[in-house]
């Protein structure tokens, strides 16, 4: 799926195609635009496009086919330092013999900004990241997470309308990594810049965006709001890349009235909805998150079907308990329950039955 690019968008890709060696496309076909102010990610695995996407934006590659406009403006001919895009990147790239001050300054006196303005921007910038005092220490003398904070703080120093970055939290540690999706977030909302965001983590593209752009094989497979990826993808592909999900193989029995029964290749059969099949006879995988799954036959709707699972392994896990069975001969199939005092803790080798909502269900191309 990738809509096709209206210039209403800030950011337009218009039937973009990128090719390294002249044969192969690394970015296929793509449309896409980007609303000012909106901050998009670019997910996909390593070697789905979505960094060549960004290199092309910035400038330090080029379109082999198509056209890339920023605010109504064809750029694909203007050199990258004169596109007033700020960059982040996961290395941080700051200059070791600068201070801080003089590593933020730079961006501003490259576009010949008197003294005065530049030493107020450098101090609104560090106020705004909470390093106001940290101008005269040099990057040495930081953390990863400071270090992380003055490389986003010298994208934007020069206040630029879009804001490019690259893996930037790639190097921190979890709970840093976090923390820094917060405050990027709460950045780019106080100052109202567009941000075009690449990564591979799914939590942070969830956490951070407006709009996920799921990248696979040069193609956008999916671009939406980050709760409509994860509720309700639209292949496959999908499914599986964002969030955990069980899936199980079947064949469709019937489609009538917007529900699709599903025989699984077990013999059970299941209600699921249709997103990807068709009619009777085609082949599905059918895919279920784990929170969406019930043991208590009595929160599903009248006329639910319902499987026989064996439990393999019980795990507490804090806030939740994790329960993996035996489901149609997937021995992977997972299930989260909240910690609740009355939730039950169930013993491996115990027969179950589980079950869920035909519309939490999604019967998927094969």
Known sequence: MSGTATNDGFVVFDRVQKSYDGENLVVKDLNLSIGKGEFLTMLGPSGSGKTTCLMMLAGFETATHGDILLDGKPINNISPHKRGIGMVFQNYALFPHMTIAENLSFPLEVRKMGKS????????????VQMGEFGGRRPAQLSGGQQQRVALTRALVFEPDLVLMDEPLGALDKQLRETMQFEIKRIADDLGITVVYVTHDQTEA???SDRVAVFEDGRIQQLAPPDELYEAPQNSFVAQF???NNTLEGVVKEIKDGVALVQLDDGSLIDAKPVNVDKA???TQVSIRPERVEFDMSRLNPGSHTLKAEVLEFIYMGDIFRTRLRVAGNDNFIVKTRNAPDQVRLKPGTTVEIGWQAEDCRALDA
Do not use: F, K
């Open 242 to 244: 964002i969030g955990e």
């Open 117 to 128: 303005e530049r030493e107020e921007r450098v101090q609104r910038a560090l106020d705004l």
């Open 206 to 208: 969830l956490t951070m």
């Open 281 to 283: 006879g085609d082949r």
